[in-house]
């Protein structure tokens, strides 16, 4: 095991297949931070947890009160509560909670602030709204590989609806009017929603996401409801090399940015969007790939904490 590595112990829900599987595999230390993580528990938890009801801690997974030198939490479900048990409990540990989603009420970093706590982001808008400390990217792992094969689909879409599914609809409408074949896999905000409307589908594992961008021409990402910078779908194009079509027009001022890689939805002609699907993508050098993965990700956030607190 890295030793860097030894030093920290990831806490984040163990239902984000993406990260922990990697973590996992190689042996890292990774906790939950409740207990109470199958179904009926889970409600139970979050009723306690939302009604504001007494003895919070009765959730806290005690798994965590060993020494660490750091503690790096995914900002997905931490509350005000946990934090400040968190670190009563390991005192001497440094504490990063580093934001994988966009800020919204429910994850207001506001609530979470301590000067004995550092927070981080990758979602520009988010770190000048909030005074966030900024991380420009999204930290990918080495273990994950595509495989390209003859393509059998022109666009691949993997997301969650976020308030954007007939949007999607009339996207995907649009590609097939050209010709194009489109896989556009929406999924459902919660689970039970699914059975409102047949185009939801079910969460895709990340190792199915990979074979699918094998098999695809390009990659669609839309900005709304997802973070403004290098999201994940971004960092999909530029290192497995496949084309992007996006509606995020700052994409224009990143040093990878190539039309003849990226398709800018509102700003390019949509009628030019079968000969950009033809002609093939471009490797491009480009700083943000100096620095793709996850421990990259973690030396900077490490080395920069160190350094404030010397």
Sequence with gaps: MNKFLDDIRFIMPLVNGFVNEP????????????????????????????????????????????????????????????????????????????????????????????????????????????????????????????????????VFYIGKDKGRLDYLLSLEKKFN???????????????????????YRPIMPYKEVLENLGKSKAILHLSQGAQYGITMRIMESLIHNIKLITDCSYLVNYDFYNENNIFILGKDDFNRLSEFMNTPYEKVNAKVLEHIYFEDMLKYIVKNVNEKSL
Excluded at 182 to 189: D, F, M, Q, R, S
Aim: proline content about 5%; aromatic content about 16%.
């Design 23 to 154: 973590l996992q595999e190689s042996g890292y230390d990774i906790k939950s931070p409740y207990y109470g993580n199958s179904f009926f528990p889970r409600v139970l938890r979050e009723m306690h947890f939302r009604l504001g009801l007494p003895f919070k801690c009765i959730w806290f997974n005690n798994a965590n009160v060993t020494k660490k030198e750091m503690l790096f939490l995914s900002e997905a479900l931490i509350i005000p509560d946990y934090l400040d048990w968190l670190h009563k409990k390991n005192p001497d540990s440094k504490i990063i909670i580093f934001y994988t989603n966009k800020v919204n009420y429910n994850n207001n970093p506001n609530k979470l602030k301590r000067n004995w706590c550092s927070i981080w982001t990758c979602d520009k808008v988010d770190s000048e709204k909030y005074n966030l400390n900024l991380y420009d990217g999204v930290a990918y792992f080495k273990i994950y590989k595509v495989k390209k094969e003859e393509p059998i689909y022109d």
């Design 177 to 199: 009017d050209l010709g194009l074949k489109t896989y556009i896999n929406i999924v459902a905000e919660r689970r039970w929603f699914s059975k409102r409307n047949k185009r």
